[in-house]
């Protein structure tokens, strides 16, 4: 019913930046907001950024002052700006919207296939 299509990632340095988009489609009524989480090797997938329809952005500790998170409710895409990339940062990223498909329904979660972000030299 909805789709979340991912786009950008793969290898950059540290310090280095990537940028990462999320376009979700489908049968949407209304977006209440669309974000990225991440899941490391390992570890439990952890939120990095997320963003309302109106503009609130809520950011990971660890990704404060380095990742920016924005949206484009015309297009139902989010972009993730990645810059001052470490290692750590390397995880399999995830494009995530909370959606209401119609006006009598709640709004679901829908979770994109995933990107992988490696940070390496």
């Known amino acids: 019913q909805v789709q979340l299509v991912e786009s950008g990632g793969g290898l950059g340095q540290p310090g280095g930046s990537l940028r990462l988009s999320c376009a979700a489609s489908?049968?949407?009524?209304?977006?209440?907001?669309m974000g990225w989480y991440r899941q490391a090797p390992g570890k439990q997938r952890e939120l990095v950024a997320t963003i309302t329809t109106g503009s609130s952005t809520n950011y990971a500790d660890s990704v404060k002052g380095r990742f920016t998170i924005s949206g484009d409710n015309a297009k139902n895409t989010v972009y993730l700006q990645m810059n001052s990339l470490k290692p750590e940062d390397t995880a399999v990223y995830y494009c995530h919207a909370n959606v209401n498909l119609t006006s009598f329904t709640p709004f679901l979660d829908y979770w994109g296939q995933g990107t992988q972000v490696t940070v390496s030299s």
């Open positions: 489908g049968r949407i009524f209304r977006i209440n907001a």
